[in-house]
């Protein structure tokens, strides 16, 4: 059974950056496609970006391009999401999801997303 830890969130002013982690334990990550995924206080989820299992194809909500980047180390069964120029709208709790795509060079923040991490809350603020 497939396992994800999200974490590396906290405080941060404008400006600033993070670098969340989502690692996974029970089942190594080369089979899944990532994806991250946010919600803000009283507003709807929003996929955030994804990465497909072959880490050929990224994808990025209008958002956060040019300043968030995903990334993946299979071999350390763990993904990243890179988070620059850090604005107050970011303000969320980050999730990371994982699916099992067939196509390698695929993903999509919009696919029935089956494994999900718990979390971890990102906060920029001055």
């Known amino acids: 059974q497939l396992q994800l830890v999200a974490s590396g969130g906290g405080l941060v002013q404008p400006g600033g950056s993070l670098r969340l982690s989502c690692a996974a334990s029970?089942?190594?990550?080369?089979?899944?496609?990532i994806g991250w995924f946010r919600q803000a206080p009283g507003k709807e989820r929003e996929g955030v970006s994804c990465i497909s299992k072959s880490g050929g194809r990224r994808n990025y909500a209008d958002s956060v391009k040019g300043r968030f980047t995903i990334s993946r180390d299979n071999a350390k069964n763990t993904v990243y999401l890179q988070m620059n120029s850090l604005k107050p709208e970011d303000t969320a709790v980050y999730y990371c999801a994982a699916i099992a795509f067939p196509i390698p060079n695929l993903c999509t923040v919009s696919a029935p997303y089956n494994y999900w991490g718990q979390g971890t809350q990102v906060t920029v603020s001055s």
């Open positions: 029970g089942v190594t990550l080369d089979y899944y496609a």
